[in-house]
Nanobody, 119 residues
Framework: QVQLVESGGGLVQPGRSLRLSCQGSGFTILIAAMSWYRQAPGKERELVASITHTGDTTNYADSLKGRFTISRDTAKNTVYLQMDNLKPEDTAIYYC????????????WGQGTQVTVSS
C-alpha cells in the first residue's frame, strides 16, 4: 500500500525558512518522480518543484527559483523541500506527489501540510 506522509509545516515569520519532508512507504522513490505542489485558499493547486526518479534533474516553478530547493534521501525514501526567505504569499497547503513509473504509471498524493507565513 503506497503512502506519502508530509511533515514540517507550521507558522513561520516572513524571511525565515522551513524544510518539508515527504516520507514514502509501499514503494521506492528510485522508481518514482516526486513532486511538491501547493494550494492556497481560493486558488488552484500549482506545481512547486519536482525531481526525477534518477534524482539528477529538478524542476521549479519560475517564481520560486532561488528560494526553494527539492532534494531526496533514497536511504530514507524521503523527499524534502527546503524553503528559504519565505513570504506571506507562500502560505498554502503543501502536498507531496509520487508518480510511480513501474510496473505501470500511477499517481499518489499525501494528505498535505499547512505552511503559514505571517508576522
Amino acid at each position: 500500500q503506497v503512502q506519502l506522509v508530509e511533515s514540517g509545516g507550521g507558522l513561520v515569520q516572513p524571511g525565515r525558512s522551513l524544510r518539508l519532508s515527504c516520507q514514502g512507504s509501499g514503494f521506492t522513490i528510485l522508481i518514482a518522480a516526486m513532486s511538491w505542489y501547493r494550494q492556497a485558499p481560493g486558488k488552484e493547486r500549482e506545481l512547486v518543484a519536482s525531481i526525477t526518479h534518477t534524482g539528477d534533474t529538478t524542476n521549479y516553478a519560475d517564481s520560486l527559483k532561488g528560494r526553494f530547493t527539492i532534494s531526496r534521501d533514497t536511504a530514507k525514501n524521503t523527499v524534502y523541500l527546503q524553503m528559504d526567505n519565505l513570504k506571506p504569499e507562500d502560505t498554502a497547503i503543501y502536498y507531496c506527489k509520487a508518480r510511480i513509473l513501474q510496473p505501470r504509471r500511477a499517481d499518489y498524493w499525501g494528505q498535505g501540510t499547512q505552511v503559514t507565513v505571517s508576522s
